[in-house]
T-cell receptor, first 116, second 110 residues
């Protein structure tokens, strides 16, 4: 069975450029999460969708960050304009819904983002 | 808000030694989950504990949920090099969102 699929796996770009990260959750999962992981701050939840609707975006660091989920099988996380401090590994995860805190989350392989 | 704290942050062990990581919460948890992240990899779900005092085993790994449901531990018996990675606990916060602890990074010397 396919797991959570993220693309690209690696992204290196110059500051000021727009970055778009993509995620395909596991089929049948209707909760989707975007996380950022750094050595300094650990694993941070950025935003959470339930049935394609953003439920909690309090973790989104700034207006430069935006996320969408146009349908049940696709989500994007966009950074515009990007800055060097955005360099991190970005994970997408999905789970069965109705009680997201009581369900295991399945993570994608992540996107390793470097902003020069 | 509620935080899930893990100790230690790092642990070096000799292969064959035991290892334990601890997870503590300031509030009662409805459940606690454990994940493992290999170096360069992504977090992978290991187990979920729900009941007070619950103990579950997976081969050399023993997971325990405290009687007050405020703490949990993961114990690995006779560590192997394949156990290397970061172990995270996660529990629901006040908003019923799963919150991850800071993780314990395990390093095993062969």
């Amino acid at each position: 069975d396919a797991g959570v699929i993220q693309s690209p796996r690696h992204e290196v770009t110059e500051m000021g450029q727009e970055v778009t990260l993509r995620c395909k959750p596991i089929s049948g999962h209707n909760s989707l999460f975007w996380y950022r992981q750094t050595m300094m701050r650990g694993l941070e939840l950025l935003i959470y969708f339930n049935n394609n609707v953003p439920i909690d975006d309090s973790g989104m660091p700034e207006d430069r960050f935006s996320a969408k989920m146009p349908n049940a099988s696709f989500s994007t996380l966009k950074i515009q304009p990007s800055e060097p401090r955005d360099s991190a590994v970005y994970f997408c995860a999905s789970s069965l819904a109705h009680d997201s805190s009581n369900q295991p989350q399945h993570f994608g392989d992540g996107t390793r983002l470097s902003i020069l | 808000g509620q935080q899930v704290m893990q100790i230690p942050q790092y642990q070096h062990v000799q292969e064959g030694e035991d290892f334990t990581t601890y997870c503590n919460s300031s509030t009662t948890l409805s459940n606690i989950q454990w994940y493992k992240q290999r170096p360069g990899g992504h977090p992978v779900f290991l187990i979920q504990l729900v009941k007070s005092g619950e103990v579950k085993k997976q081969k050399r790994l023993t997971f325990q949920f405290g009687e007050a449901k405020k703490n949990s531990s993961l114990h690995i018996t006779a560590t192997q090099t394949t156990d290397v990675g970061t172990y995270f606990c996660a529990g629901p916060d006040a908003g019923n969102m799963l919150t991850f602890g800071g993780g314990t990074r395990l390093m095993v010397k062969p």
